[in-house]
């Protein structure tokens, strides 16, 4: 029960005057964030970065997280009002909650989705809270080669549960790993990947990498469909808010099904887009009213939004207690604690409590807000969405410039960001996963060092990550889920021998990346 | 008009020109074990070899009409194309500017510019808009958050 005291000292820290503000402002840019397309959560969170170096660590990441909050649900009131998904994650909500907003329930529809969201989010920040001192006093006992393992894992759930396809997301993350690399080594201090140009020695910025990733990326993308926001009405009637949520708990099995499987992809990292769409299809499956199921359903709108938020809350369990952030924007976050001079990982829970304890209290405390403020602005925002894209597509352009260049008041910087606009705007189009890519960017160096030190210990031999079982566990469970998309196409092979050649050299190259 | 083929071929060739250029230049740090452990070149050098082999089999995978890309011949219309480009290079010209211009005297130059010229906005609200996004990044940037943006070599040869 230590884990309740040291959480109602984290109230004592979360509810406090400024807090509470700093949760409202956060909360609002995040909304703001997610409903404008082209901004979204992980750029909007790298935006305001510069912005918090000199608060205290734990104001900081109370304002980061609420920004996340409002902006997963920001997401989701362009979806439904207007068909337009704000967020990645919740494209899976335009598929039923825009038929239901579209014949006149717009607020059933929202309410809905809000509900069950917070419903989502709370059960992933009450699994952070029991869970997470627990995970951190196990890694506190990790060596090098632990840690290396878990990092394996980490990327091989990408490959094995991410839903994009296999190689793919091999080729995201090994290039975010080559940029990991770029500037000075930290472990021989020499200089890697610079490629002659002397400004490089500094590395790769990964806040650098988001703005033209997912800024530009994603406005290339949205500016490619001319889209005309055709909105339902967005007038709230509270009365209905009332009895939509009241309704929820009849799909309590939907509700805790999709819960499940948000925290299972945020802990392992999957992310929130890949939850909210396995979650969606698996309730399509189950659901006694699956094949209605894009016209309006109820459970359409609760499964996808449910696993969202579950996904996106416990993306901070692996951030908080072994230094792996489980979606794009934990990575981001986590950049910031270490620009803030904290050190991710176990060692949170031991030296910087108030910090730990303050942040999980402030996530039930930053939903509840961002419950009460989404719904209140809902006219606002969608009132935003008006403005013609033309007008807001250059002002988001300049806001990205802005971030990249003030990142290390770098014109280099500029540049990089819009050649890593068009590499994010191809990876879209093509079905690259992203999130890896700035994963890999962010906890690259880490993985690498953990491997270098685990060679160190070993003297070279590759047997050190089976001299344990924890660790063995680990390396095997990492290798099978890097080998599942291949099991899961054996079936296919075999029933279809025609297309056998190009199937073999895929089995060829994944067992080739698996030796590696 | 632009293929999926066309444009799966072209990333994958992309990618794997990155992982060549990781693979060469990592190969002067050093790959391999030497008496001060793993050589700083090696952990490149793998990513490197994987980048590569991970776009030769996507580059096989875009050649070979496969299920999945004949569903989607066609990767960007040439509607698309032009909106692309209405949005891209405009953004170009304004990073380019950035070293002479300055950022305040680019970004409204590029807002008016983005307006104005394909008649979305008349002219005096175009000049409008583009004066108050200066003006709003100077006061946040410049004055509330004290991080300086650049002026510009145009500035600097008039005294700013």
């Given at each position: 029960m230590d884990n309740l005291g040291e959480l109602l000292h984290g109230f004592s820290i979360a509810i406090t005057l400024p807090h509470l503000a700093l949760m409202v402002i956060g909360v609002l840019l995040g909304i703001l964030?997610?409903?404008?397309?082209?901004?979204?959560?992980p750029n909007?969170?790298?935006?305001?970065?510069?912005l918090t170096f000199g608060m205290q660590p734990v104001s900081a990441i109370i304002l980061l997280s609420s920004?996340?909050?409002g902006a997963l649900f920001g997401g989701s009131v362009t979806s439904i009002l207007f068909n337009i998904?704000?967020?990645p994650s919740s494209v899976a909500t335009t598929f039923d909650g825009y038929p239901m907003a579209r014949d006149g329930r717009p607020t059933t529809a929202l309410a809905t989705a809000f509900g069950s969201a917070a419903f989502g989010a709370l059960i992933g920040v009450i699994l952070i809270t029991f869970l997470a001192s627990w995970v951190a006093q196990v890694a506190l006992a990790f060596g090098p080669a632990e840690y290396f393992a878990v990092y394996f894992l980490a990327f091989a759930s990408f490959v094995g549960m991410g839903g994009a396809a296999p190689i793919k997301t091999i080729v995201a993350l090994a290039i975010g790993f080559a940029i990991a690399a770029i500037g000075i080594d930290t472990v021989s201090g020499s200089v890697r990947l610079t490629m002659g140009v002397d400004e490089l020695v500094k590395g790769v910025n990964f806040v650098v990498a988001v703005m033209g990733l997912f800024g530009i990326g994603e406005l290339l993308v949205a500016v490619e469909e001319e889209f005309h926001a055709r909105a339902v009405s967005s007038k709230i009637e509270w009365r209905e808010v009332f009895r939509a949520i009241g309704r929820l708990p009849r799909h309590s099995v939907a509700l805790l099904r999709s819960a499940a499987i948000g925290c299972w992809m945020g802990i392992t990292p999957g992310g929130p887009t890949a939850a909210s769409f396995m979650s969606y299809g698996i309730a399509r499956r189950f659901s006694r009213r699956g094949r209605y199921f894009g016209t309006g359903e109820v459970e359409g709108i609760i499964s996808p939004e449910t696993a969202d938020h579950a996904a996106g809350t416990s993306a901070l369990l692996p951030m908080l207690s072994l230094g792996i952030p489980g979606s794009a924007t934990a990575a981001v976050m986590m950049g910031g604690l270490m620009i803030w001079g904290l050190n991710p990982g176990p060692m949170l829970f031991v030296d910087q409590k108030d910090f730990v304890w303050g942040l999980i209290a402030s996530m039930y405390v930053g939903n509840i807000v961002a419950v009460a403020l989404v719904l209140l602005t809902v006219p606002v925002f969608a009132a935003l969405m008006r403005i013609p894209f033309v007008i807001i597509a250059p002002l988001i352009v300049i806001i990205c410039v802005v971030g990249a260049y003030s990142v290390s008041n770098s014109y280099l910087d500029v540049v990089m960001m819009l050649g890593f606009g068009?590499?994010?705007?191809?990876?879209?189009k093509l079905f690259y996963p992203l999130a890896p890519l700035v994963?890999?960017?962010?906890i690259g160096d880490k993985a690498e060092d953990a491997f270098r030190q685990s060679m160190l210990m070993s003297k070279g031999s590759l047997g050190i990550f089976f001299a344990n079982k924890l660790v063995t566990c680990l390396i095997v469970a990492g290798i099978a889920l890097l080998l599942l998309p291949l099991v899961l196409q054996l079936p296919r092979l075999w029933r279809k021998p025609a297309s056998a050649a190009t199937e073999t050299t895929a089995q060829e190259t994944a067992r080739e990346k698996v030796t590696i | 008009m632009i293929s999926r083929r066309a444009l799966e071929l072209a990333t994958a060739v992309l990618t794997g020109s990155f992982g060549?250029?990781?693979v060469v230049s990592s190969l002067d740090n050093g790959i391999g074990w030497s008496s001060a452990g793993v050589e700083a070149g090696t952990f490149p050098f793998l990513t490197g070899i994987i980048i590569v082999l991970g776009s030769l089999y996507n580059l096989v995978r875009g050649v070979v009409p496969a299920a999945t890309l004949a569903s989607v011949p066609i990767a960007i219309t040439s509607i698309e194309l032009r909106r692309l480009a209405g949005l891209f290079v405009p953004a170009?010209?304004?990073v380019a500017a950035i070293p002479l211009a300055g950022m305040y005297v680019a970004s409204a130059l590029y807002i008016f510019a983005v307006l104005a010229i394909p008649r979305r906005q008349s002219v005096p609200r175009a000049l409008g808009m583009a004066a108050a996004t200066a003006l709003a990044l100077y006061v946040v940037f410049e004055r509330m958050f004290q991080v300086s943006l650049p002026h510009g070599a145009l500035a600097a040869a008039f005294g700013f």
């Open positions: 964030v997610g409903v404008l397309p082209g901004l979204g959560a909007g969170v790298s935006l305001l970065l510069p920004m996340y909050w998904p704000g967020e068009i590499v994010g705007y191809l990876f879209k994963l890999a960017i962010v | 060549l250029t990781v170009a010209i304004f």
